[in-house]
């Protein structure tokens, strides 16, 4: 990316992108974004439309992108009074073997690769065992399989729940519901009461991707559909679990694609309340097949800046936690997209492979201390959290309290 905006696609692999010359994004123009409208929107809290959010994604001119981050840093102090929360949480991936072929993902293994694994629950103990302290969240997901079914992954999230009673774990993604769907003929409803019941407290809002089938069809054509996972997602909030929403972005999306992404997320949040935070997702092109065909010239930190501000403005009062993610941008820059509208820095994550798998650098492990002296040293306030942000029921003794920090519990 140049100057702030995504750069002409170059498409190596005519079998993946013979299509790719409609989904080529604007080239970098003068801004016709009306200030003036959007400030007052930002304000009173008003909402932003599509054709907006469009124009907002093809800002590049520097001080157009200034304007940007001023006003969703306004929206979120307003929101969030300078407060950056971040978790103590863990990734366990049950499995790495995979069947589907989604052309972003090089964490997945065949079954009879060398590095292929399926975690036994002694191995777990030894991973959370690892972790110091007691985790706040367990992010349970793995590959699909059929080397792995549905009551053995139930099994060890039974006792994993058993063994680790205060630890939140939250699991699976709508598209492991549906693969365990199809294994056991169950429905949706019931394939997540049954995980609800073995000890899943929260629902993973990954494997959305882009919800525009434009482009699913082109990165992950073996995944459920948007309509799918939007009621995947909708099934687990009506059964009382929560969830995260994200996006993957960066790689062959145009605006147009992700305003009708955040278009989804939003509606499902004014139906059912129950995200608790937008991720947006980097795409770690490194070793992918999908990377070959993004721009290597594509600034890549600055649209991510630009999509968090973004998802902040548009989002305002309907999801209030925008996170940045420290595996994706590394440490400095995700510091820096705290003052583009983002007031998560995600968690310590111990073992983050699937960052890593694709050739991200970061993704091992930060500890709870640099969290705390690394939010105070940029001036905002540390605050660590459990995964459905509990401590903001709090919200309104924050200021009278002042500013310093202090734990969840
Ligand atoms: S993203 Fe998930 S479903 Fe797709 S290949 Fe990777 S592990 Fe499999």
């Known amino acids: 990316m140049r100057n702030g905006i995504p750069q002409p696609l170059i498409s190596h692999d005519s079998s993946l992108f013979s299509h790719s010359s409609s989904l080529i994004p604007c080239s970098p123009k003068q801004s016709n974004m009306n200030w003036e409208i959007l400030e007052h929107k930002a304000a009173r809290s008003i909402d932003l439309n599509e054709e907006e959010v469009e124009q907002l994604l093809s800002l590049n001119r520097a001080e157009d992108l200034e304007r940007l981050y001023v006003l969703a840093n306004q929206v979120n102090e307003r929101l969030n009074h300078g407060v950056v929360s971040f978790i103590h949480n863990m990734n366990v991936n049950y499995t790495n073997i995979c069947e589907y072929l989604c052309t972003f993902c090089e964490f997945k293994k065949s079954a009879d690769s060398k590095d292929a694994y399926i975690l036994t629950f002694e191995d777990v103990k030894r991973k959370v065992g690892e972790a110091k302290g007691t985790l706040t969240e367990i992010t349970f997901q793995g590959g699909l399989s059929k080397f792995v079914c549905f009551s053995d992954v139930l099994k060890l999230l039974r006792q994993i729940k058993a063994q680790y009673p205060q630890t939140h774990l939250h ?134 800046f630009k999509m968090i501000a973004v998802a902040r403005l548009y989002f305002m009062n309907d999801i209030r936690n925008i996170q940045t993610s420290w595996v994706k941008l590394g440490w400095d820059n995700a510091l820096k997209s705290l003052e583009c509208g983002a007031n998560d820095l995600s968690g310590t994550l111990y073992n983050e492979n699937i960052t890593r798998e694709a050739g991200g650098e970061n993704g091992e492990f930060v500890p709870l201390a640099k969290f705390n002296s690394e939010i105070k040293r940029i001036g905002k306030i540390p605050k660590e959290r459990d995964t459905v942000y509990s401590f903001q029921t709090h919200y309104s003794n924050i200021s009278e309290a002042g500013h310093h920090a202090c734990s969840l519990h």
């Open 171 to 304: 699991a699976f993604s709508p598209e492991e519901i549906d693969f365990y769907s199809i294994e056991t003929g169950e429905p949706y409803e019931t394939i997540v009461a049954q995980a609800k019941t073995a000890g899943m407290d929260s629902m993973c809002g990954t494997a959305a991707e882009v919800l525009d089938e434009r482009i699913r069809r082109k990165i992950c054509s073996d995944k459920i559909s948007s309509d799918e996972w939007c009621e995947i997602i909708k099934t687990g909030h009506r059964l009382g679990l929560h969830s995260t929403a994200t996006i993957l972005f960066g790689h062959i999306e145009k605006p147009e694609h992700v305003s009708n992404h955040l278009r989804r997320i939003r509606r499902i949040q004014r139906e059912t309340s129950m995200f608790t935070e937008f991720i947006p997702l980097l795409f770690m092109p490194d070793k992918t097949k999908l990377g070959r065909a993004v721009d290597s010239n594509l600034d890549r930190v600055t649209y991510a």
